[in-house]
């Protein structure tokens, strides 16, 4: 009989290997969660000085800040993947790894295992210094909270997946596409400010970018705090795209993988 | 099902190049086999397709009765190898990789096989040492403590002694014998290392050009070949191939 299901221990494997290398070494922390602290602080500041600008009119910190720490999240989930992929990578341990009993698709699991715990480690600690030092509070969103973690975490992995192939394709120097596509993708996903700014041209990539229904749908819920059958459709379809990019980019990597075996590239991977 | 491993007709093509050129061989439980030949013979690459990690172009190979390719998660928790070029995570204490290893093999009992394991291997005092801190013999005898943690019945060692001291290779050496004679564990071993090979195993498989040139008893082939000693007969056979066919 052929076996059919996943390993929970093997996932374990995975993910447990990360936390091991957290507690040899705790300056990983930094590198995980310097970046969005600095972030979460900046546009803080950034969003009191305009929210003192435009008097009562307009919420800032909601906003922006709101968004700056649900992008955060995202990119947390998508440097989660790539980060724990490269440590395999840096460690040369794909042997071990491939000529154990691990499956590919449980290899992948543990990759998100591990990006899931970043992920929300990332968020509670961005809300943290967010409600302490700004009082911001990001339940005023309600319920949507959910559909909108859920799509970004989805989206957030297929991102991961798709550089962690490319990088399981193109060798190790490909490295370096990975850390800036979050950065790329903010310009079109409406993070900072709503699709309605950018030029006609830019606006068809963010009708195909999931995020971008996400932050839409949040600076209305925000402006008009109105249920709207629009936002529903909004992260209907925003929910629909995160699926069908998490869909792909997972077959993509499996392909790569199946390439990599054709080639003998796994044996020898860390040559480029 | 008398055998453990079953090579047949395997062949790997990179373009036009044959590494591995339909080779068929079969090692029974217990046997102690050496795949000899020189650099670039295909051994590497027999390795690498008999793990699971390198697709073949064509051939087969059965591990205990099952396919490969069909049953590659079933079979893989039955094998195990060491290799001088897969060498544990340097990140990882000693302690940390058998775990994580014993996990990815589904150990049960770990932490008191990881004890068995560190004191077999003479490890204990190096149980919090990071693996990348440890000496090469150090680190060998972690590569074969982490081959073992599975008791595999198939063991593939690609030149588990290269490198080392010939202290540390004869106690390698000992070990796996031991380890052998105790669970009647398979092993396929590659080295360069001719006294070793005729110190250790039951048979041996000459590779030249990705094909098996010659095979037998290593100390019985090299007269049976009009050759002194096993050395003598692998410089004959690495550089007149030919007059072995």
Known sequence: MKDQYMSISRIYAVFIRQVFLIKSNPTRLVSM?????????????ITKYLGSLGRDTFSFVNIILGAIILWGFTTRIEHGIMTTFLEDIWSRNF??????????????????????????????????????????????????????LLILFIFGMAMGIFVSALIFRLGPAAEWIGWPIPMVLSVFSGVFYPVSNLPNFLRIFSRVIPASYVFESMR?????????????????????????????TYFFFIRVYRYNLKHGTIARFNIE | MNETLKVVGLVKEYGSFRAVDNITFAIKPGEIVGLLGPNGAGKT?????????????????????????????????????????????GNLTVCQNLYVFGRLYEVRNLKEKIKFLLRDFDLDTFAKTKAGLLSSGELTRLNLAKALINEPSLLLLDEPTASLDPSIANFIRERIKNWVAETQTTVLWTS???????????????????????????RTLPAEHGKKDLEELFISAAREPLSFL
């Open chain 1, 33 to 45: 969660f310097l970046w969005i602290i600095i972030d979460v602080v900046l546009w803080g500041f």
């Open chain 1, 95 to 148: 042997i071990n790894y491939f000529a154990s009993p691990l499956k590919i698709d449980e290899y992948l699991s543990g990759l998100v295992v591990t990006s899931i715990a970043m992920g929300v480690c990332g968020l509670l600690l961005m809300l943290l210094i967010a409600g302490l030092c700004f009082g911001y509070n990001i339940f005023r969103i309600g319920l949507f909270l959910l559909p909108f």
């Open chain 1, 220 to 248: 209305a819920i925000l402006a008009s705090e109105l249920f709207s059958i629009r936002i529903v459709v909004y992260l209907c379809i925003g929910l629909a795209l995160s699926c069908a990019y998490l869909l792909v």
């Open chain 2, 45 to 89: 690459t027999t390795i690498n397709m008999i793990l699971g990690i390198l697709e073949p172009t064509c051939g087969s190979v059965e591990i205990l009765g099952k396919n490969l390719k069909e049953h590659r998660t079933e079979i893989a928790k039955q094998m195990n190898f060491a290799a001088v070029y897969a060498q544990m995570p």
């Open chain 2, 192 to 218: 360069h290392n001719m006294y070793e090979i005729e110190a250790v195993c039951d048979r041996v498989l000459f590779l030249s050009h990705g094909k098996i040139l010659l095979s037998g008893n290593p």
